[in-house]
């Protein structure tokens, strides 16, 4: 009954947000187990399984590939009144710029079982774009993704409007949201 769910889903991207920020100290992470077969396996969070013609990957894969598919070059603090975002009011959270795209990238997570509306400074910065990316997984605390249904849960992508350097943005409970916006 171990199964990755957006709940362990959810957590592990709270996690990662803790790895991201210590990236002086952490420099590689893996996940395990990685591959299992629907009809032989040995334990159950692995992260892709497989039959013998189709594959899907968990709720916990969405989390993996967004953080693989999202990192910057360098890490920027992430505050909640002068304190870096590790759980206060059930969310997490972690930034990064990118110097090769020229953006930054905000992740953060809400655990909280209700949605949470947050406004995010951006400081050091001369101008933001007037669009950002925003990229949300959430679901259900026990939604999952089979081989029947391999996209359940996985990550939906929308514009928002910018004005000047904050971003407001409304965080759907048990999410994890990606914000990607371009220095200019």
Do not use: C
């Amino acid at each position: 009954n171990n199964k990755n769910n957006v709940r362990t889903a959810i957590a592990e991207a709270a996690f990662l947000t803790g790895l991201e920020r210590n990236a002086d100290v952490v420099v590689m992470a893996s996940y395990a187990p990685l591959f299992a077969h629907i009809d032989g396996w040995q334990w159950a969070p692995d992260l892709i399984w497989v039959d013998n013609l189709r594959s899907f990957g968990t709720v916990n894969y969405q989390v993996q590939k967004l953080y693989a598919t999202n990192n910057g070059t360098n890490v920027l603090p992430a505050l909640l009144n002068g304190k870096a975002v590790t759980g206060q009011d059930s969310l997490y959270a972690s930034a990064v710029i990118d110097r090769k795209t020229n953006e930054v990238i905000i992740k953060i997570v809400n655990s909280a079982g209700n949605d949470k509306t947050v406004s995010f400074g951006v400081e050091g910065v001369k101008k933001l774009a007037t669009q950002a990316s925003v990229t949300v997984l959430s679901g259900l605390p026990d939604q999952i993704n089979s081989l029947d249904n391999p996209f359940e849960v996985a990550p939906v992508s929308t514009t928002q409007t910018i004005k000047g350097k904050k971003i407001d943005v409304s965080l759907k409970s048990n999410s994890f949201t990606i914000i990607k916006v371009a220095i200019k």
